[in-house]
Structure formats: structure tokens, C-alpha cells
């Protein structure tokens, strides 16, 4: 789907939540799943989605397994109590995340205590380059 100006039509219209990024450290649309009362479907290791999801909310399938992700959806498809019950968590998690404190949730993860310079490097090539 591309980027619509109006995403909480669809949001509201959801069943489930399938966060389908292979990386994104900053899932903000995640955060507006589950204050959507969304169950959240996500890979593990993908990025702060499964740290968010961790404290229920929703399902955390390993890393790239589409199969595991079929089953989830099958489940909540099936299991209405489940669909809600998972919804009401992440929305409960989500009322608790100002975007300040969502902001320092994120960065507390990626964050090294010994690192006396942070630096962030957009293009991947010039990673490569720097061997980063």
C-alpha cells in the first residue's frame, strides 16, 4: 500500500495489524496500530516493533517466516476473543507511550553506553565504505 493521507480509514476497518518491515527502528505506525486497538503481527528482530509487542498486543513470528504469519492471521481470524483481547493490551501499551517517552524506549535499544559519538549514516553504501 502506498502512503494514503488518511490511514486511520483503514485502520479502523482492520482486523489485525501486519508490520511487515524487514528493519524499522522507529515503527511509529505501529504505535498507531495499537492505540487502534489492533493486534500487531510482526517478525522478530525486525526492529522496536517485537520490543514493543513483547509486552503483549500481539503475535512475534521469527524473522522472515511467512508460514508463521499465515497462522497468526488464521488465529485471530478464528478467534475473536483473541483478535480483542490482544487489541486491548496494545492499547493499553500504546496509552502509556507519550512520543517523548517512545522516543526514549527506541533509542534506549540502540543506544551503546560506551559509545562516545553517535553517527548515523544514511546511505548504506558509504557504510560499507567507512566498514560500519
Known amino acids: 500500500m502506498q502512503n494514503v493521507a488518511n490511514h486511520e480509514k483503514y485502520m479502523v476497518g482492520a482486523d489485525v495489524f501486519l508490520m511487515s518491515s524487514r528493519q524499522d527502528p522507529y515503527p511509529c505506525v505501529v504505535q498507531e ?6 493486534p500487531v503481527i510482526t517478525f522478530a528482530g525486525s526492529g522496536g516493533t517485537t ?5 503483549g498486543g500481539g503475535v512475534v ?15 485471530y481470524s478464528k478467534n475473536s476473543e483473541k483478535c480483542l483481547t490482544d487489541g486491548q493490551a496494545g492499547q493499553a501499551i500504546a496509552s502509556q507511550m507519550s512520543f517523548a517517552e517512545y522516543y526514549q524506549f527506541i533509542r534506549q535499544l540502540f ?15 558509504l557504510a560499507k565504505k567507512l566498514n560500519i
Do not use: H, Q, W
Open 61 to 75: 513470528c521469527p524473522y522472515g517466516d511467512i508460514e508463521a504469519v499465515a497462522k497468526a492471521i488464521f488465529v
Open 33 to 38: 496500530a495499537m492505540a487502534s486497538a489492533l
Open 111 to 125: 543506544v551503546r553506553p560506551s559509545a562516545c559519538l553517535n553517527v548515523t549514516v544514511a546511505a548504506t553504501e
Open 51 to 55: 520490543e514493543m509487542v513483547a509486552g
